[in-house]
Nanobody, 124 residues
Framework: QLIESGGGLVQAGGSLRLSCAAS????????MAWFRQAPGKQRELVAS????????YYADSVKGRFSISRDNAKNTVYLHMIHLGPEDTAVYYC???????????????????WGQGTQVTVSA
């Protein structure tokens, strides 16, 4: 089970740090990702991280503003977001691919487990 936290309401230009804690399985060997879904839009990949934290992916829209990291000892993945804008408003979801040491996939259907989501709202 993946549990996200850290969302909320923030003014444009502000920052937030999302956390995703895994409660039932050690996530160390597995690629992890953050997706987001805005109203009326498809779920999109925001960032992903491989098990060794050496391979990272960011969507073009968040490059230079968002940073994904993981602490396998705490079984937690983070998404640090700065310079937020109204276009970042969405529900943010954590996802896990339970294939050890695989490259993190790019599409949502390839992930095996999802959190319930945390709302991020950025006011102009």
């Amino acid at each position: 089970q993946l549990i996200e936290s850290g969302g909320g309401l923030v003014q444009a230009g502000g920052s937030l740090r999302l956390s995703c804690a895994a409660s039932r399985r050690a996530i160390g060997p597995y690629p992890m990702a953050w997706f987001r879904q805005a109203p009326g839009k498809q779920r999109e990949l925001v960032a992903s991280i491989n098990s060794d934290s050496q391979t990272l992916y960011y969507a073009d829209s968040v490059k230079g503003r968002f940073s994904i990291s993981r602490d396998n000892a705490k079984n937690t993945v983070y998404l640090h977001m700065i310079h937020l804008g109204p276009e970042d408003t969405a529900v943010y979801y954590c996802a896990a691919k339970y294939s050890p040491y695989f490259e993190a996939p790019f599409t949502a259907p390839e992930y095996d487990d999802w959190g319930q989501g945390t709302q991020v709202t950025v006011s102009a």
